[in-house]
């Protein structure tokens, strides 16, 4: 890995053109998490337990189209603009129109067979094929912009903020524009204006995706993999990774976390609460909270080092949990209080765990003397929708076990299932979460520092070789 000479030097620009691609990338992964399993429960009429099955399912065959994708931007020659940059371009326009035929509303008095096919077909395509083949270089494309691993956490920063501006406009805005009240004061979701939304988003997504292709400069140059294919090497290398295996199991924790918290908060509010103004409330306060943390986490890292900054924040998010599963809170704004108290440790461990990645890159670097970026990211965002699919498949199945449907959507048994589901889900999530990092994640504050003065000597050494 070497870095270009005479290029414009890392700043403000990379940071916002990368903070672009995830805005991009997350108006249809949050759009997906927060509203798929409503819109098909509630305007399709497809059962929660279906729908979260699918969704979990799915995920598991990306074990196969991750890798695959992983490989391919590992051993593709670099274009113009970088290595990266390019699949940006090619993969802006599939993934948006994939993500808008997934809420195609006017199907929705086709048969239930054709409808669940479509829901199917929809969201292997989007969520398989084009996702991945535009988030695995995205992600990977983090190394190629800086060397530096503080410019590095910056850009998981700022990633971070470009994922919370797409939540603002889906968490804040959305529930004030596709729900109706009927004539029992239930908040219903429109299918039209779920379709329209939709359609929105798409648009956003390409215009995103667009400005991070014209903004990012890959700065360091990724040596093209030549070597032959080797499954059965690749495999056993991955999982001899404690590092690696370490932000997997982490990550699946964050993402359980992260998309149950999101996806109840379309059930709970509308339905418990009764009250989709604070649903918005909500996603705004959550949106905040992000900002606010994002002023002062690098520095924070930096000091008491990643692992030991998100093990924190984890601890606080279950504690704020269980206390609200205890309370059994009735009135909406003071749920509102509590959810964004335990956002905080949401929003740190996002802050930072694009930067988290990297140091296994690095560390990877150092135990074995290769460099897989593509491949290892591509493990890593397999990881990520192995949480997406947990978090499906558990808010799926725990619905359907306390007997939501359309007809009994507002009944008090069913009301009461979905507030707990909404608490005990997450703080579960945040004490898995805690318990791994501890236990199983290696990549303290003291081996960040050392990997990365190893791997700074080796790029001295390199450049200096006659």
């Given at each position: 890995m070497?870095t270009?000479?005479?290029?414009?030097?890392?700043?403000?620009?990379?940071k916002?053109?990368y903070?672009f691609g995830?805005?991009?990338?997350d108006?249809?992964f949050i759009l997906?998490?927060?509203?798929?399993m409503?819109?098909?429960?509630d305007v399709?009429?497809v059962g929660?337990?279906l729908?979260?099955?699918?969704?979990m399912v799915?995920?598991?065959?990306?074990?196969?189209?991750d890798?695959?994708?992983?490989?391919i931007?590992d051993?593709?020659?670099?274009?113009?603009?970088?290595?990266?940059i390019?699949w940006i371009?090619?993969?802006c326009?599939p993934?948006s129109?994939?993500s808008?035929l997934m809420y195609?509303?006017?199907f929705?008095?086709m048969p239930?067979?054709?409808?669940?096919?479509?829901m199917?077909?929809?969201?292997?395509?989007w969520?398989s094929?084009f996702?991945t083949?535009i988030?695995i270089?995205?992600?990977s494309?983090?190394?190629?912009?800086?060397?530096?691993?503080?410019d590095r956490?910056?850009?998981s920063?700022?990633?971070?903020?470009?994922?919370?501006?797409?939540?603002m406009?889906?968490g804040?805005?959305l529930?004030?524009i596709?729900?109706y009240?009927d004539?029992?004061g239930?908040?219903?979701?429109s299918?039209?204006?779920?379709s329209?939304?939709?359609?929105?988003c798409?648009?956003?997504s390409?215009i995103?995706y667009?400005?991070?292709?014209?903004?990012?400069?890959?700065?360091?140059?990724v040596?093209?993999k030549?070597?032959?294919?080797?499954?059965?090497r690749l495999?056993i290398?991955?999982?001899?990774?404690?590092?690696l295996?370490?932000i997997?199991?982490?990550s699946?924790?964050m993402l359980?976390v992260?998309?149950t918290?999101?996806t109840?908060?379309t059930?709970?509010?509308?339905n418990?609460f009764k009250?989709?103004q604070?649903?918005?409330a909500?996603g705004l306060?959550?949106i905040?909270?992000?900002?606010?943390?994002?002023?002062f986490?690098?520095?924070?890292s930096?000091r008491f080092?990643r692992k030991?900054l998100?093990?924190v924040?984890?601890?606080?998010?279950?504690v704020?949990?269980a206390i609200?599963?205890f309370m059994?809170?009735k009135d909406?704004?003071?749920f509102?209080?509590?959810y964004?108290?335990a956002y905080i440790g949401?929003?740190v461990?996002s802050?930072?765990?694009?930067?988290?990645i990297?140091?296994?890159?690095?560390?990877t670097?150092?135990q074995?003397g290769?460099r897989s970026?593509?491949?290892?990211y591509?493990?890593y965002s397999f990881?990520?929708?192995?949480?997406q699919?947990a978090?499906?498949?558990v808010?799926?199945?725990?619905?359907?076990?306390?007997g939501?449907?359309q007809?009994t959507a507002?009944?008090?048994?069913?009301?009461k299932?979905?507030y707990n589901?909404?608490?005990?889900?997450?703080?579960?999530g945040y004490?898995l979460?805690?318990i791994?990092l501890?236990?199983?994640?290696p990549?303290?504050k003291?081996r960040?520092?050392?990997n990365?003065?190893?791997l700074?000597?080796?790029?001295k050494?390199?450049e200096?070789a006659?």
């Open positions: 070497d270009k000479k005479g290029e414009k030097p890392f700043g403000l620009r990379d916002i053109g903070m995830d805005f991009g990338n108006f249809t997906s998490s927060m509203m798929l409503k819109f098909y429960s399709m009429g929660v337990g729908v979260g099955i699918m969704m799915t995920r598991f065959l990306d074990a196969f189209t890798i695959a994708m992983g490989q931007v051993r593709s020659r670099p274009g113009k603009k970088g290595k990266f390019k371009l090619w993969m326009g993934v129109i994939a808008f195609a509303s006017w929705r008095d239930m067979g054709f409808k669940i096919f479509w199917f077909f929809t969201y292997l395509l969520g094929v996702y083949g988030n270089p995205y992600g494309m983090a190394s190629a912009i800086s060397a530096e691993p503080n956490a910056a850009l920063n700022w990633r971070t903020i470009g994922a919370s501006l797409a939540s406009f889906i804040v805005i529930p004030l596709v729900y009240e004539e029992n239930n908040q219903i979701l299918g039209a204006r779920m329209f939304a939709a359609f929105i798409s648009v956003g390409v995103c667009l400005i991070c292709y014209a903004m990012v400069m890959e700065r360091v140059k040596e093209r030549t070597e032959k294919f080797d499954l059965s495999l290398g991955l999982a001899k990774n404690k590092a295996v370490g997997v199991a982490a699946v924790c359980l992260q998309l918290a999101s109840m908060t059930y709970v509010f509308p418990y009250n989709t604070a649903q918005a909500a306060t959550g905040l909270i992000t900002f606010l943390c994002a002023a986490t690098v520095k924070l930096r080092g030991e998100a093990v924040s984890s601890v606080l998010g279950a704020v949990y609200a599963y059994q809170i909406a704004w003071l509102v209080g509590i964004t108290i949401l929003a461990f802050l930072i765990c694009w930067a988290m990297t140091d296994v890159i690095d560390d670097e150092v074995t290769e970026d593509g491949t290892i591509a493990v990881a990520r929708k192995l949480g699919a978090s499906s498949g808010s799926g199945l725990l619905l359907s076990a306390i939501y449907s007809a507002y009944d008090e048994k069913v009301v299932g979905i589901i909404t608490c005990l889900v997450p703080a579960v004490i979460l805690a791994v501890i236990f199983l994640y990549l303290g003291a960040v520092e050392s990365t003065e190893t700074a000597k080796k790029r050494e390199k200096n006659p």
